[in-house]
């Protein structure tokens, strides 16, 4: 039995040993938000933040975030409201099909919290654990960009 | 060119608030009552006969609900085209990889334990993984009677040859009697997978009423039905299936893949069953881009006239032709031997060729990065032995207006000239460069706007908004923000005041669905029209009732009071591909580290002939990502083999490019509006990958002297070239 808070709400629920968190999130939990990609923790599809802090969740296992917090792509939006990263990611193209996005969008997020100005090559430092196959990542820089400038400072 | 409001405007990706908020439900996330999980155990070998498979330890595990192995099949042969590929191995494996039992467990864990449960006993069979080498004389044959397979054409010069495809213009011979020197140069290519970041995912149910339910991964959910129904032999109206949004395709996600396997289990144990391939199992299983050996043979007269080529292009196809969809089972991308150049004698012969390797499919723009490599690279090559600047070269033969592509099409429009002076002013191609071990670039190539057809229907809501149903599924590109906008455009509306509804494939009768550079051109028709005769309908409407025409509730609520809806559909089908093509032309400026042999580019700049664009933002899009995927083909990608077995098999180990890879970028837009689209739109999707490689290449030669025939340029080519080259 593991309890984790998962975007805000707490959960308490057996899991075995062997489950990953992705695999909790997904199936447990019907959080299928984050996504397995290439299942070794090297594209970012599946990032989450554990305790705020960025982690690929599909080698991470599901009993280490007992009595964490986990947020998901699905708790980044405040209330109705598209959180500014999610908002410049539409309005600048930041992504196509959408597979890799819950994790970039959960990594922004994270940078901006961190770095809340982020130079181009900060970005892409930052940035360097989420693949995207679409875009060519012009996009998703000048989506950080912009959504750096939306943020309250 | 004609004002518009909307078409033109940069209206951000609202089509996917879903994708950014993590409610967008792909195929992988579909789950429904009952839901159990489809694994498949795969071959170890890569040509060997299945002696016996002993499936009663893994049916004895807990929670394993079935086992199927290709007995408890029926005897029928899947594909796009040509039909030669069993569902589960039937006492052969023709690639590692290939898949010869497969279990329904009630978890993923479950299952993938039961996978080491099954015990197949093999025997070795000889083994051939060299495309050169498959079609010589005594070379083991992987398939009996290909002749015999539906869908198989009859010239095989080898029993080891799936398909020839020939473009041929004027008389070659002749031509190459009229050269003042010939060149004959020969280029290799990699093994290379499409990269998407959702493997191949799906779902089958058998519903209350016996209707086999489908969602998938995969981009033609009409021709999906088909196949479906080819290889369960069910009617067609049994089979539904549902659209999902998918997690990339460029070309790789059309095929069948586990779908049949996957009703099986559905059919014996009664419960939905979701099969998703995990990323080992794209790399090892999934229909990547075809390898090559590709001979290029070009005479031209003392001035750089070019009179005669000869092409010869071996693609390493694998176990199986079963990926490739065109009726040629070839590639149709080898019609670009020719370039973008008018060459009066011409004679290219393409052949797909059996080997004990992974079943190649379609990639982004099939057979082109490859065939576009080799002839740029040969024309550097040439442009230096004449001592010709390449830009030169490349002017004394481009295409012009009246001239024959290589599969006959006569071509009008063409701006390959102004295209190529657009990119090298761009790139200041004339000025000196800035420093040594710095060299400059460029290639060129152009790419058809698709054919195809799609249904559009569109309905006035009786709250003034129009409802546009399409079953083209999203794989990334926004094509249904496309569509939006052509029909708000024609109706007059805001782009928020056109919804967009996803249908399925009960709900309309055929569509090509998305591929070969298609959607923009025919969903963009079919929108259009649609749209026109609704439009229509509110006028008449309107005048009947008395009200504006923008009153568009009043308008539907009257007709309602009537019974009835006003709704247009359109049929749009565009069978030959026109007159006109989109010409692209790359400069690459690399710095090569003499000490290590590493290429880094400096610039790119890409220059694209395009038509109306409807979406500057997804346009430019296109161009960027697919300018990517062209990058790490040139530099990066390879799906490493040795004698079948492939050792990349992790995307720690197959590399694609990273946010910290991409150069800086100048993008360079000739709009001409005159493509087949809607208010004169072309194509994007892949007009920017091909000329990667090669720019690159020739820059890289520029840079160091030093000439890589084979891809990808990686720094350790670079550095044994730069050794041999300084060794005496």
Known sequence: ?????????????????????????????????????????????????????????????????????????????????????????????????????????????????????????????????????CTGYYKIVESIRAAAQRSPA | MMAHRIIGQSIGRIDGIGKVSGESRYSGDVTLPGLV?????????????????????????AGVLAVLTARD???????????????????????????????????????????????????????????????????????????????????????????????????????FREADRTFEHTFRTQLDHQGYLEPHAGVVAIDEEGRVQVWASNKMPFRLKELLSHALRLPPERIRVNLTPIGGDFGGKGSLMDLPLAYHLARVTGRPVKMLMRYAEELMAGNPRHPSVITMRTGVRNDGRIVARRVKALFNSG??????????????????????????????????????NIPCGHAR???????????????????RELALDPADLRRRNLLR?????????????????????????????????????????MAMTHRHIGVGFTNARVRLETSGTVTLSIALPDTGTGAHLVLRQVAAEVLGLAIGEVEIEIANTDDFTTDSGVGGSRVTHTGGRAAFHAAEKLKEQIQTEASKHGLSVSARAEIAQAAAKDGRTLEASHFYDAKAHGAVTSFTAQVAEVAVDPATGQVTVRHFTTAHDVGTIINPIGHQGQIEGGLIQGLGFALIEEMKTEEGRISTLSLGDF???????????????????????????????????????????????????????????????????LREKVAP
Request: charged content about 20%; aromatic content about 6%.
């Open chain 2, 365 to 383: 723009s099939p057979g082109e990065p490859q065939m576009v490599f080799a002839g740029e690279s040969h024309m550097d090559m040439i442009a």
């Open chain 1, 1 to 133: 039995v593991i309890r984790l808070t998962v975007n805000g709400t707490p959960h308490e629920l057996e899991v075995p040993s062997y489950r990953t968190l992705l695999d909790c999130l997904r199936y447990d939990l019907g959080l299928t938000g984050s996504k397995e990609g290439c299942g070794v923790g090297v594209c970012g599809a599946c990032t989450v933040l554990l305790d705020g802090k960025m982690i690929s969740s599909c080698i991470a296992l599901a009993v280490f975030a007992d009595g964490r917090s986990v947020t998901t792509v699905e708790g980044i939006a405040e209330d109705e409201r598209l959180h500014p990263v999610q908002q410049a990611f539409v309005d600048s193209g930041g992504f196509q099909c959408g597979i890799c996005t819950p994790g970039q969008i959960v990594s922004a997020k994270a940078l901006l919290d961190t770095i809340p100005n982020p130079s181009d090559a900060e970005i892409r430092e930052w940035m360097l654990g989420n693949l995207c196959r």
């Open chain 2, 37 to 61: 999980w489809g694994k498949a155990l795969r071959s170890p070998l890569p040509h060997a006969r299945i002696v016996r498979i002993d499936t009663s330890r893994a049916k004895a595990l």
């Open chain 2, 73 to 175: 099949l029926p005897d029928i042969l899947v594909g796009r085209r040509m039909f030669d590929m069993p569902m589960l191995a039937r006492d052969r494996v023709r690639f590692i990889g290939e898949k010869v039992a497969v279990i329904a467990a009630v978890d993923p864990d479950v299952a993938e334990e039961a996978l080491a449960l099954i015990d197949v006993e093999y025997e070795d069979l000889p083994a051939v993984f060299d495309p050169v080498e498959a079609i010589q004389a005594g070379a083991p044959i992987l398939h009996a009677n290909p002749a015999a397979y539906e869908g198989a054409l009859p010239e095989r010069p080898h029993p080891n040859v799936q398909s020839v495809l020939r473009f041929k213009l004027g008389d070659v011979e002749a031509g």
């Open chain 2, 401 to 441: 207006d009246g001239d024959h592509l290589a599969n006959g099409h006569h071509l009008e429009h063409v701006r390959a000239s102004d295209t190529l002076e657009a990119a090298l002013k761009a790139s200041h191609w004339s000025e000196p460069k800035p420093g040594p071990w710095i060299g400059r670039g």
């Open chain 2, 655 to 721: 590399k694609l490019p990273t946010i910290q890879d991409i150069p800086p970028l100048t993008t360079v837009i000739l709009q001409d509006p005159v493509g087949p689209g809607p208010f004169n739109a072309k194509a994007i999707g892949e007009g920017s990958i091909s000329a990667v490689a090669p720019a690159i290449a020739n820059a890289v030669a520029d840079a160091c002297g030093v000439r890589i025939l084979d891809l990808p340029i990686t720094a350790e080519k670079v550095y044994y070239a």
């Open chain 2, 319 to 356: 176990a199986y032709a079963a990926f490739k969809p065109a009726p040629s089972v070839n590639l149709g991308g080898t019609g670009m031997g020719a370039g973008v150049y008018r060459i009066p004698n011409l004679l290219i012969e393409s052949f797909c060729v059996y080997s004990n």
